[in-house]
């Protein structure tokens, strides 16, 4: 099968999905949208984006996969080939939308993330995470971890793995959190802010912490959470996507409605030396069994345009 996948931002997770979609017999061929993130792109950027994808002959795949719902208008464009939308989360719960939702109605299957997007998207699709890779992330001695980056072993280390200045990460309550969690602790703790690291080097982060902590306002299925349980790091969490389900079974871990809950759940997790198992508790997200539930989706797409 060849599939002409779409793309705003060539992130890691993503490559991991067309590397994963290879192995299983899928010929993947990608175009970006040109003039960097999301945050920063004109709107010339995706005017631009829209010649580009359609001088890539669409008609000659089997398929065109969008992924993220700013791609979406650019895959219907053409009319001769099935689209598969994939919406990662912000594409529903933010600015646009109302343009992932008109664009859903139009293609001929939808991917989400989580449940929780599903029920906001009203519409019949699957729900198919974003996998974690499981050789990349998986647990080493926190401790070796620790010495790796020069980290104080004489202190906590909460991680904060996102960009501080994204308004929906919701990085001023992390700090509140902490702040409140330093206050009933005697050994201190320290919150890392981590972004912008080569993603090959995020494990170590992961394992050397000893707990994440997520305060976004929305998410979808955040990578973050699941790459922190595959290495046996607990999560700390606000109510929000499917994290409620990706730490069930995982130990020193909570879901969490307000910052008494939040604060409270983290100096538990830090006081406890119980084991985390989160590793066990999103095998079910591997790679593989993605790209297999993927592939599935392509060919129902297919056949319902042949239908």
Not at 144 to 149: D, G
Not at 223 to 230: M, Y
Not at 281 to 302: C, G, K, N
Request: proline content about 6%.
């Amino acid at each position: 099968m060849d599939v002409l996948q779409l793309v705003t931002t060539r992130r890691p997770f993503f490559h991991k999905q067309i590397e994963a979609l290879e192995r299983h017999g899928i010929n993947c061929t990608v175009l970006e949208v040109p003039g960097g993130d999301e945050a920063t792109r004109s709107p010339m950027a995706y005017l631009r984006f829209y010649t580009e994808s359609l001088s890539a002959s669409p008609w000659q795949y089997d398929l065109v996969h969008a992924n993220y719902g700013l791609t979406a208008p650019m895959a219907l464009a053409q009319p001769t080939r099935p689209v598969v939308l994939s919406l990662w989360g912000s594409d529903i719960f933010g600015q646009y939308d109302w343009l992932s939702r008109q664009c859903a109605t139009l293609a001929d299957e939808v991917v989400v993330m989580s449940t929780a997007m599903a029920g906001a998207l009203g519409k019949a699709c699957h729900v198919i995470p974003h996998a974690v890779d499981f050789e990349q992330f998986e647990p080493v001695p926190t401790e070796i971890a620790k010495e790796t980056l020069g980290w104080d072993d004489g202190r906590h280390h909460v991680l904060f793995p996102y960009d501080p200045d994204r308004a929906e990460k919701d990085h001023p309550r992390a700090v509140r959190v902490i702040d409140a969690v330093n206050e009933r602790l005697d050994t201190p703790v320290s919150l890392e802010v981590v972004h912008g690291v080569a993603h090959d080097r995020v494990p170590t982060y992961m394992n050397a912490a000893d707990a994440l902590i997520l305060t976004s306002t929305h998410e979808g299925s955040p990578n973050a959470v699941k790459e922190a349980l595959a290495c046996n790091t607990p999560v700390v969490s606000v109510d929000v996507g499917d994290v409620a389900s990706l730490i069930d079974g995982a130990a020193r871990s909570a879901v969490c409605a307000d910052d008494e809950e939040l604060t409270a759940a983290l100096t538990a997790t830090l006081q406890s030396s119980e084991a985390v198992h989160g590793r066990a508790a999103v095998e079910p997200l591997r790679l593989d069994r993605m790209a297999e539930r993927l592939t599935a989706v392509y060919r129902s797409a297919i056949d319902r345009r042949c239908a």
